[in-house]
């Protein structure tokens, strides 16, 4: 375990958190868990944020969406996502595993082919989970991302590349998630 890191700025910003790491089958699976308090009733953040529709408006880094339907994403739903992540383009196919409306959100996604560096990221793992608690001034929401890339190399890429670029590419996605629900 590397330990945990933290970048906290006045109330209501964002907190990061770097917890590494989670022993997985490929090895150590880096964690980035960010928060902030939202004002907005905890359902209005829980939708908006779950529908993978809404995902170009706050995360920078996702170009497009391809996913029959709209709405929050539901337990077995599946999407492809186009996205940047540390300057490589991805496509990452996602699915749904838990969809507890308002509190709990977890998907889990499987990176495609079509990547400049396929061998490195291809068939690597991502989860991501949103966890939303009503506290006012209004809700908790806390993002945790957690990731493998397979083989030695994609470790070390992911470990020497990736790690940093995911910690400075989230926080500007939680202030967007923010300021578009605040308004």
């Known amino acids: 375990m590397r330990g945990i890191v933290t970048g906290q700025g006045p109330p209501g910003q964002v907190e990061i958190l770097v917890v590494a790491s989670v022993q997985g089958d490929n090895g150590a699976m880096p964690t980035f868990e960010s928060q902030t308090t939202i004002r907005a009733p ?64 977890l998907i889990r996604g499987v990176v495609g082919s079509g990547l400049l560096l396929r061998p490195v990221v291809r068939g690597g793992v991502v989860q991501i989970e949103y966890t939303f608690r009503d506290e006012p001034p209004g809700t908790n929401f806390r993002r945790s991302i957690t990731y493998a890339m397979p083989g030695l190399l994609g470790r070390v890429v992911g470990a020497l590349v990736l790690d940093r670029k995911i910690e400075r590419e989230v926080q500007p996605a939680i202030e967007n998630l923010r300021r578009i629900l605040e308004r």
């Open 42 to 105: 905890v359902d209005r953040v829980f939708v908006y944020a779950t529908d993978p529709g809404n995902w170009r408006e706050w995360y920078p880094n996702t170009s497009a969406v391809e996913r029959a339907g709209h709405g929050p994403a539901q337990a077995g739903d599946a999407w492809v996502e186009h996205v940047t992540v540390a300057g490589m383009r991805l496509r990452i196919a996602w699915r749904t595993d838990v969809a507890e409306r308002p509190s709990r959100w």
